[in-house]
């Protein structure tokens, strides 16, 4: 159950800003990365094809729709994990929390609860549900999310960093249910050892595709040109 991503010529200005230029992309991977320096239009990018945004100019389809125009199969075709979970996390409990994507979906209160319990019994979590989120640490608020998320099981997840913050054993844990995870990922990291055995990867540069393609040919070129540019960045520091 891949998802296809259809980008062209999209432009995204903010107060008076471009931060994407004249993206061109199709893809119809399983697993794509996202990488590139702070500032480069990754987050951007998730929250357009998540539909939450729409573009300035250009177009972007996902299975054929139009997310920001439709709200409703937005929720079907897309989920996002964001990098804080705060952003994300609405209620006060997790059962609740879990429940509310679902009802969102069309789901009835009994069937939105039931699979709220499933949910929680698939992460051994089961005596969760009544746990105040606020109670949580951050790496288990990000489990919540991302089980609010997988839940609801869109066709393609978004994840903006989504182990920023988290234990080795915790992300550890979140990697092997995404390994399983059915539908497609697109996830931005600048971590590059989240992206192994990924098919294709997309390196933004400045609003602008720098490369993409085989993640293992675009991450080599990728990392060499940071390296570089690290040091560079040193030795600026250090001439200042
Ligand atoms: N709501 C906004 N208002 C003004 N500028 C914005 C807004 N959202 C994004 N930008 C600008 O767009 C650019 C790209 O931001 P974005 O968050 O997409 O980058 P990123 O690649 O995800 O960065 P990071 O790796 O630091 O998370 C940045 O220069 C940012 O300041």
């Known amino acids: 159950m891949t998802s296809r991503i259809e980008i062209q010529d999209l432009d995204f200005v903010i107060e008076g800003k471009q931060v994407l230029h004249r993206l061109s992309l199709s893809l119809s991977e399983r697993r794509i990365g996202v990488v590139g320096r702070n500032g480069s239009g990754k ?39 964001f990098q ?3 952003h994300q996390i609405i209620f006060p409990t997790v059962g609740e929390e879990i429940a509310f994507g679902l009802e969102q979906q069309g789901y009835g209160k009994a069937e939105a ?33 991302l089980m609010s998320v997988v ?21 550890a844990q979140l990697n092997r249910y995404l390994r399983l995870y059915q539908g497609s990922l697109l996830h931005i990291t600048h971590d590059p050892s989240d992206l192994a055995g990924y098919e294709h990867l997309i390196w933004l540069d400045q609003g602008r595709v720098q490369l993409a ?5 675009v991450m080599s070129v990728y990392q060499e040109a940071m390296h570089i540019q690290g040091k560079a960045d040193d030795l600026a520091h250090l001439s200042g």
């Not at 839940?151 to 992300?171: H, N, S």
């Not at 393609?213 to 040919?217: D, F, L, R, V, Y």
Request: glycine share 8%; net charge positive.
């Open 113 to 145: 609860a039931s699979a709220t319990a499933s949910v929680l019994e698939r992460f051994n979590l089961g005596h969760w549900k009544q746990t105040y989120v606020n109670t949580l640490s951050q790496g288990q608020k990000h489990l919540v999310c």
């Open 213 to 217: 393609g085989p993640q293992a040919e």
């Open 84 to 86: 804080n979970p705060e």
């Open 43 to 81: 987050s951007t990018l998730a929250r357009l094809v998540a539909g939450l945004t729409a573009p300035t100019a250009g177009k972007i389809r996902i299975n054929g729709h139009d997310l920001a125009k439709d709200r409703r199969r937005a929720l079907q075709e897309v989920g996002i994990l």
């Open 151 to 171: 839940a609801m099981a869109p066709r393609l997840l978004v994840l903006d960093e989504p182990f920023a913050g988290l234990d080795i054993p915790t992300k």
